[in-house]
């Protein structure tokens, strides 16, 4: 069933605690966590959650490749952010066999120069304590790009009789490269005009960007309730750091819920705040280019009921922005659900939704954002109307199917930023300048509108395949500006194979296409132009082979099509992607 996710606390996903995982904690007496790791799933080791908290140990996962192509519930805009695609896991039991020890260390080396380290292992794991460490370092040294991603943290929990401690921190560093072309090609003998002022290419921004990203969290949390009553609390900190600027959140997240009239009633309160150091940014010294500091307050009270196989929820989102964006803004959080035993369900409802936009968050989303930008507004969804069903009409077959359509008072969208550039610089400054286009991005905010029709159906043969397609339409109608969503598809898909050769071999395949995509680049006297992005058809392929003594291989082949000229394709206007890669690597349970 779609989930209106609710305006939580805003910190980094790997240590997030979701407050409507409340009720399946508090059906347990004890919280126990339980993890099992299965190298012969296929070539990433994954981690099956048999019983656990509420923490999520999402950052001990494997991240090897591009972000997921994500088909939620909530209809959300697919995004690709990063330069490879993953090969996303199947679901099947065949892949749960042997049980083994607790740990895993995984590594591999591939072409163009590609490499991996990955480690997690649970130093406490009984009905009282919980204590692991992870580390993930994943790079790639190409021609084209230079990445290198490294993370470490540590995850622990403490279980009372009907309550439970927790806490994280965490640790991560994204090293990479500006390699996009741009009007001038990067070249060191242009000139810019910033401030009055000239400013030599190379000089305006570094080539190399580091960004560091710093968290840590301690909570507590009923898991089971007293007198009726249910909570979860917590205070997080995170800290995101570039070459130019840091920001630092503190967040207080407080979630209560307690029977009325034989249903939950629950309140969430969160309080996110944004404070940032003063900004070092060559050659511009307008303080209004500094992230400026803001605090929101989140509330979010809803009753849910349930009759048999009838249910429905009541609620509100409202938000008390300080110093960014409007003051007040509120939405409804409506939905009504049927279910039909295991064979049907029904659901439709109105929702909203109220988006911090941070420093951390647009780094996050695009790597290439200009470092001397920000983001000046929250993006206000008021109304988000949706519906849709999921049907199993025979064994092994699942069809989901959802429709959205969202009202967005400022929606923003990224270009790349434009720079004046002098046309004779030994004539400086009585030279005349030109428009060009960097490699770097900004955003404008737009009002828009947003249809989602997405359609997804799997079919698990004999618990041996597992084959799947999804597709997704994605209609916005921007009435602002030039009417266009920039570097949006329309139409988006992805269709795959999971498939249990034999016992020990095992093979993975997964295509994804996306439709071309439009952006705006400027013209020489500042005008603007629109430009067409090549559609993306990127096909992956994976294999392992496990052997015994708690150990297997795997090699995987990313964007394999790119190997034609003719089907490259860029994630943002400017940025080739790698192209083919070959990864091969070993896992190993301890």
Not at 115 to 138: E, S
Request: charged residues 20%; aromatic residues 16%; hydrophobic residues 40%.
């Amino acid at each position: 069933m779609k989930k209106i996710f609710l305006s939580v606390l805003f910190i980094s996903t790997y240590v997030c605690v979701p407050a409507e995982e409340l009720s399946q904690a508090g059906n347990a007496d004890t919280a126990v966590i339980i993890k099992h790791v299965q190298i012969e799933k296929e070539f990433i080791p994954e981690i099956e959650k048999v019983k656990r908290t509420n923490l999520s140990f999402s950052v001990t996962e494997p991240e090897i490749k591009k972000v997921d192509v994500n088909y939620s519930d909530s209809t959300k805009q697919i995004e690709t952010t990063s330069d490879f695609h993953p090969l996303s896991a199947a679901n099947l039991s065949i892949m749960e066999r042997a049980r083994y020890k607790k740990g895993y260390v995984r590594g591999g080396i591939g072409f163009p120069l590609t490499w991996l380290v990955d480690f997690w292992y649970p130093i406490w794991d009984n009905k009282t304590y919980y204590l692991d460490v992870h580390a993930n370092h994943y790079g790639i040294n190409s021609s084209v790009q230079k990445l290198i991603n490294t993370d470490v943290g540590v995850n622990f929990s403490k279980n009372f009789k009907k309550d439970q401690l927790y806490a994280s921190v965490n640790f991560k560093n994204s090293y990479y490269s500006y390699y996009g072309t741009d009007s001038v090609n990067n070249t060191n003998l242009f000139f810019y005009d910033v401030n009055n002022q000239k400013v030599r290419g190379d000089s305006l921004i570094p080539f190399y960007q580091s960004l560091i990203e710093a968290e840590a969290m301690l909570g507590y949390r009923s898991v089971q309730a007293r007198q009726g009553w249910r909570y979860d609390a917590n205070l997080a900190y995170h800290l995101m750091s570039s070459y130019f600027s840091q920001e630092h959140e503190v967040s207080v997240f407080g979630s209560f819920s307690k029977e009325l009239g034989g249903f939950p009633l629950s309140v969430d309160l969160n309080v996110n705040s944004f404070f940032y150091n003063t900004s070092n940014f060559p050659f511009i010294t307008d303080t209004t280019a500094n992230w400026q500091p803001q605090a929101v307050i989140a509330l979010a009270p809803r009753y849910e009921m349930q009759w048999d196989n009838l249910k429905l929820r009541v609620g509100a989102k409202m938000n008390f922005s300080i110093n960014k964006g409007q003051l007040f803004t509120a939405s409804p959080d409506i939905e009504l659900g049927y279910n039909f035993r295991t064979l049907f369900n029904v659901y439709a409802g109105i929702g909203g939704d109220y988006d911090i936009n941070n420093m951390a968050k647009v780094f996050n989303e695009n790597r290439y954002f200009c470092p001397t930008e920000q983001l000046k507004e929250n993006t206000y969804t008021p109304f988000d109307f949706y519906g849709g069903f999921k049907i199993k009409p025979v064994t092994g077959l699942m069809i989901d199917a959802a429709v959205s359509y969202k009202m967005i008072a400022n929606q923003y969208f990224f270009f790349n930023k434009p720079y004046n550039c002098i046309t004779t610089p030994n004539l400086w400054p009585l030279s005349a300048s030109e428009t060009v286009y960097g490699n770097v991005f900004t955003a404008e905010f737009l009002k828009s509108t947003l249809l989602n029709v997405s359609l997804d159906i799997s079919y698990n043969l004999k618990e041996r395949f597992m084959f799947y397609a999804k597709g997704m339409y994605n209609g916005w109608n921007v009435m602002e500006g030039d009417g266009i969503a920039w570097n949006k598809p329309v139409w988006e898909a992805t269709a795959g194979i999971d498939a249990k050769v034999t016992e020990n071999l095992l093979l993975k395949g997964m295509f994804y296409f996306g439709s071309e995509r439009l952006t705006k680049l400027p013209n020489r006297d500042g005008s603007y132009r629109i430009a067409k992005m090549s559609p993306i058809y990127d096909l992956n392929l994976a294999a392992s082979y496990t052997f015994k003594k708690n150990w297997s291989l795997f090699v995987q082949a990313n964007n394999i099509l790119s190997v034609a000229e003719k089907l490259h394709y860029q994630n943002w206007y400017g940025y080739e992607t790698v192209g083919f890669t070959v990864l091969l690597g070993a896992s190993l349970a301890f």
